[in-house]
Nanobody
Framework: VQLQAFGGGLVQAGGSLRLSCEAS????????MGWFRQVSGKNREFVAAISRSGGSTYYADSVKGRFTISRDNAKNTVYLQMNNLKPEDTAVYYC??????????????WGQGTEVTVSS
């Protein structure tokens, strides 16, 4: 499956962004989807995940209550709504997919990343 993420940009602290990730090549609804982020020089970290049906969601403690993951299986797209952004949310955000993905585990396919910069 091919993944393309977009929607990143520069935003002030307290602002919002919505990331999108479009999938192609396989049946989208067969894949759990996740968002991860990475700051240069640091390990990639889990942000949020959603089950194949969309019925279950998972979040890192650092984004709970501020970020919302959702998916539209008819559009082969997963979203990450990010509200009340903080400077520490600055990173490159990656979407990922896996047929056995659950939570932060078992992702087989990765998108190219979209950069989010939050200014203070």
């Amino acid at each position: 499956v091919q993944l393309q993420a977009f929607g990143g940009g520069l935003v002030q602290a307290g602002g919002s962004l919505r990331l999108s990730c479009e999938a192609s090549g396989r049946t989208f609804s067969n894949y759990g989807m996740g968002w991860f982020r990475q700051v240069s020089g640091k390990n990639r970290e889990f942000v949020a995940a959603i089950s194949r049906s969309g019925g279950s969601t998972y979040y890192a403690d650092s984004v709970k209550g501020r970020f919302t993951i959702s998916r539209d299986n008819a559009k082969n797209t997963v979203y990450l709504q990010m509200n009340n952004l903080k400077p520490e949310d600055t990173a490159v955000y990656y979407c990922a997919a896996g047929p056995r993905a659950i939570g932060a585990m078992s992702y087989d396919y990765w998108g190219q990343g979209t950069e989010v910069t939050v200014s203070s």
